[in-house]
């Protein structure tokens, strides 16, 4: 199973961007998907994830301005992102907690897409 993120950029402060993940095949089960970023120096930190019920949530410095959201049918997990902060500049990365079978269960990440968000 590999992901693939797509649609950062260059954007100006209080644009909007939207980041898809793609999740390449079909698989036993996907309990979670999430977003997290890292700014130059700064650890990985988590943005928002979608359980697979549909719930979701966010860090405290991006609810009310960024959505997750996912299509199963797509196989594909988005994160719209609004109000755009240079803030909120650095790679973001998709993860997904994934079943490929009954006994085997593990959590796989893409390579990550750059945001950069200019003053």
């Known amino acids: 199973v590999q992901l693939q993120a797509s649609g950062g950029g260059l954007v100006q402060a209080g644009g909007s961007l939207r980041l898809s993940c793609v999740q390449s095949?079909?698989?036993?089960?996907?309990?979670?998907m999430g977003w997290y970023r890292q700014a130059p120096g700064q650890k990985r930190e988590l943005v928002a994830t979608?359980?697979?019920?549909?719930?979701?949530n966010y860090s405290g410095s991006v609810k009310g301005r960024f959505t997750i959201s996912r299509d199963r049918a797509k196989r594909t997990m988005y994160l719209q992102m609004s109000s755009l902060k240079p803030d909120d500049t650095g790679v973001y990365y998709c993860?997904?907690?994934?079943?490929?079978?009954?006994?085997?269960?593990?959590?796989?990440w893409g390579p990550g897409t750059q945001v950069t968000v200019s003053s």
């Open positions: 095949s079909v698989v036993l089960r996907v309990h979670s």
């Open positions: 979608i359980s697979e019920g549909g719930i979701t």
């Open positions: 993860k997904a907690d994934i079943s490929t079978d009954p006994w085997t269960r593990a959590d796989y």
